[in-house]
C-alpha cells in the first residue's frame, strides 16, 4: 500500500534554532518527493520538489534530502523564524500522477 | 494575479442533496487535483487531472466526480453527499504531475 510516514508529529523549538523533520514512503512507482508548508486553515504552498535522481534541493533556509534507495526525505529548517510555525507535508508522487500525502509535522518556534 | 479559485469558500448542504464546488486557474496548467483534509488524516487525493478530458481516481474517490471539459476548470461533484464527506477541500493545478503546485484557498463543506 502507498504510505508516507512522517516524524516527529509534532516539535517545539526556540527561534534562531535549525531542526530537521524526517520523512519515509513506500510509494510505487516512485517519481518525485515533495516538502509543503502549511499555515492553519490555508491552502499548502511548496517548499522543494525532488525526482528520485535528485540527493538534494534548497529553497532559501529550507534544504530538503532524498534518498531513492531507503525511501527516505528529510527538511532541514536552519535559523528558525517565528513565521515558520505551521505543518509541514510531505509528499511522494507516483509516476502515473498520483500523490500520496504525509500527515504532516506541526512545528511551533517559540521567541 | 496567477490563481486558483474555489468556489464557494464555505457550503452547508443536507445529505443527498447534489451540489458542485467549482475550481478555476489562471495559469494555463494541465494538471489539476482535489484534496481533502480530515484532523488525524491529513490530505488525501480524490481525482486528479492530467490535462483535458484525462481524469484519473485518487486515494478517496468514492462519492466524487469530476470532469475536465476545458483546460482551466475541474469541478468536483458530489451527487448525493453524506455526513462523512464533511471536509475541508482543497483544488491545486500546475504544469505537470511533477511540478510545483498551487493550491486554492480552500472550501470547507458540511452535510448534516
Known amino acids: 500500500k502507498n504510505q508516507v510516514e512522517q516524524s516527529p508529529q509534532s516539535l517545539i523549538i526556540l527561534e534562531g534554532k535549525n531542526c530537521t523533520l524526517q520523512?519515509?514512503?513506500?510509494?510505487?512507482?516512485?517519481?518525485?518527493l515533495r516538502w509543503y508548508k502549511q499555515d492553519t486553515g490555508r491552502g499548502p504552498v511548496s517548499l522543494t520538489i525532488?525526482?528520485?535522481?535528485?540527493n538534494t534541493k534548497s529553497n532559501g533556509r529550507y534544504t530538503a534530502t532524498l534518498d531513492a534507495d531507503t525511501k527516505q526525505s528529510s527538511l532541514h529548517i536552519t535559523a528558525s523564524q517565528l513565521s515558520d510555525s505551521a505543518s509541514y507535508i510531505c509528499?511522494?508522487?507516483?509516476?502515473?500522477?498520483?500523490?500520496?500525502f504525509g500527515k504532516g509535522t506541526k512545528l511551533s518556534v517559540k521567541p | 494575479e496567477a490563481q486558483v479559485t474555489q468556489n464557494p469558500r464555505y457550503l452547508i448542504t443536507v445529505t443527498g442533496k447534489k451540489l458542485t464546488v467549482t475550481c478555476s486557474q489562471n495559469m494555463n496548467h494541465e494538471y489539476m487535483s482535489w484534496y481533502r483534509q480530515d484532523p488525524g488524516l491529513g490530505l488525501r487525493q480524490i481525482y486528479y487531472s492530467m490535462n483535458v478530458e484525462v481524469t484519473d481516481k485518487g486515494d478517496v474517490p468514492e462519492g466524487y466526480k469530476v470532469s475536465r471539459k476545458e483546460k482551466r476548470n475541474f469541478p468536483l461533484i458530489l451527487e448525493s453527499p453524506s455526513p462523512n464527506q464533511t471536509s475541508l477541500y482543497f483544488c491545486?493545478?500546475?504544469?505537470?504531475?511533477?511540478?510545483?503546485?498551487?493550491f486554492g484557498q480552500g472550501t470547507r463543506l458540511t452535510v448534516v
Open positions: 509528499v511522494a508522487g507516483g509516476s502515473q500522477g498520483n500523490l500520496i
Open positions: 525532488m525526482t528520485f535522481s535528485e
Open positions: 520523512c519515509n514512503y513506500t510509494v510505487s512507482p516512485f517519481s518525485n
Open positions: 491545486a493545478s500546475s504544469f505537470g504531475a511533477i511540478a510545483e503546485a498551487f
